[in-house]
């Protein structure tokens, strides 16, 4: 017969600060997010002649594989995210307020992000114009409506890009 997973709802839902949290998927969501850094330390792994570390080997096909975590982790992003919204406006009531949504979302993210790019940046920077337009790019978040400089600087940095203009939405 039917074996349940759970023995009861909470076991999946845990509630901090009042929210409720789902732990599985938080815990899978991470684990997308460690074969995203997987697949960006698998591609910054080439030789000088531009083989992989595992080239030709189950390894190689697997690491480079690792990009579709991607879309994983912005689904159960977005479902983890929008799932209080939903609940609100299922039950009739006010929903979270989307202000201190926002306020947090950018605290937690917007100052370790532009630390990260200015070290980068600092130590990579010979004066080209073109460097100062990827960083103006960079710390206002729109390299990704730009193929020329999307990569420069910190390249998986445009996930946190696309990331933050999904908030904005």
Do not use: C
Request: glycine letters at 8%; a positive charge.
């Amino acid at each position: 017969g039917f074996v349940p997973l759970f023995r009861s709802l909470r076991d999946v839902v845990f509630v901090t600060e009042g929210r409720a949290t789902w732990k599985e998927l938080e815990g899978y969501r991470g684990l997308l997010a460690i074969a995203i850094v997987f697949f960006h330390a698998n591609q910054h792994s080439r030789d000088a002649q531009g083989n992989f570390v595992f080239q030709g080997a189950w390894e190689n096909l697997v690491l480079n594989n690792l990009d579709s975590a991607v879309a994983g982790f912005f689904v159960l992003s977005g479902f983890l995210v929008f799932r209080a919204f939903a609940k609100a406006a299922v039950a009739g009531e006010a929903g979270p307020s989307l202000g201190k949504f926002l306020k947090r979302r950018v605290s937690r993210i917007v100052p370790q992000y532009w630390v990260a790019i200015l070290i980068v940046w600092g130590f990579r920077y010979n004066g080209l114009a073109e460097q100062r337009t990827s960083l103006a790019e960079h710390l206002t978040f729109t390299q990704v409506f730009d193929s020329r400089y999307i990569f420069w600087d910190i390249g998986p940095a445009w996930f946190l890009a696309d990331a933050m203009l999904l908030y904005l939405l």
